[in-house]
C-alpha cells in the first residue's frame, strides 16, 4: 500500500532564507509524486509532478523536489523564501489503478518571517 | 483550457438542513471527478469519485451523497446536516493522467 509522511507539520522560516519541506513516501511501485500548496481558504495548486523522467523536478515560484529513492524521499525546496510563500503544502503520492486516487500527507504550515 | 467551479463559496446552514454543492468543470470531457473534505486543522478526506455519469463511489459512510447528472458536474448534497459536516470542501478532477486539479473550494459552516 502507498503511503506518505510529512515530517513536519510546521516549518517557519526567514524571508530570502531556504526551504526545506520533507516528504517520506512507501511505495510498492513507482508512483508519481506531487507537492501542493494551499492557501487560506482556497483550493489546491499543483506546485510540482514527478514521474520518473528526472529525479529533479522544478515547479512554479521557484520550487524544486528531488526524488531519491534510495531515502524513498520527496523533499521541496525553494532557494529564498517570500512572504507569499506563506500557505499549507501537501505531499502526495499516486494510487494506482483507473481511479486516479490520491493519497495525502497531513501536510505542512510554512511561516514566513519579515 | 480547462477550468473548475465551485459553488457557492461560503454557506452557513442550520443544522438539521438539506445541503447541495456544486462543481462544474469546463474545457475537458469525461473527467474523473472527486470530492474532499477538509476539516479544520486536519487533512484532506475523500469522499466520493465518479469516473463517469451516475458512477459514484463512496469512501467514507457518512451523512452526505454525491451524485454526477452530467459529464462535467458533480453534486454533493445532504438531506439533513450535522454540526460534524462543518468544512471546507473541494472538487477536482483529473482526465487521462493521474494529476488532480482543484477547484476554488466551498467554506460550509453547520450551526
Known amino acids: 500500500a502507498q503511503s506518505v509522511t510529512q515530517l513536519d507539520s510546521h516549518v517557519s522560516v526567514s524571508e530570502g532564507t531556504p526551504v526545506l519541506l520533507r516528504c517520506n513516501y512507501s511505495?510498492?511501485?513507482?508512483?508519481?509524486l506531487f507537492w501542493y500548496v494551499q492557501h487560506p481558504n482556497k483550493g489546491l495548486q499543483l506546485l510540482l509532478k514527478?514521474?520518473?523522467?528526472?529525479?529533479l523536478v522544478k515547479g512554479i515560484n521557484g520550487f524544486e523536489a528531488e526524488f531519491k529513492k534510495s531515502e524513498t524521499s520527496f523533499h521541496l525546496t525553494k532557494p529564498s523564501a517570500h512572504m507569499s510563500d506563506a500557505a499549507e503544502y501537501f505531499c502526495v503520492v499516486s494510487g494506482r489503478g483507473a481511479t486516479n486516487k490520491l493519497i495525502f500527507g497531513t501536510g505542512t504550515l510554512l511561516a514566513v518571517q519579515p | 483550457s480547462q477550468t473548475i467551479h465551485q459553488w457557492p463559496a461560503t454557506l452557513v446552514q442550520p443544522v438539521g438542513s438539506p445541503l447541495s454543492l456544486e462543481c462544474t468543470v469546463e474545457g475537458t470531457s469525461n473527467p474523473n471527478l472527486y470530492w474532499y473534505r477538509q476539516a479544520a486543522g486536519r487533512g484532506l478526506q475523500l469522499l466520493f469519485y465518479s469516473v463517469g455519469i451516475g458512477q459514484i463511489s463512496s469512501e467514507v459512510p457518512q451523512n452526505l451523497s454525491a451524485s454526477r447528472p452530467q459529464d462535467r458536474q458533480f453534486i454533493l448534497s445532504s438531506k439533513k446536516l450535522l454540526l460534524s459536516d462543518s468544512g471546507f470542501y473541494l472538487c477536482a478532477w483529473t482526465s487521462g493522467t493521474d494529476t488532480q486539479y482543484f477547484g476554488p473550494g466551498t467554506r460550509l459552516t453547520v450551526l
Open positions: 511505495s510498492s511501485y513507482s508512483p508519481s
Open positions: 514527478y514521474t520518473s523522467a528526472a529525479t
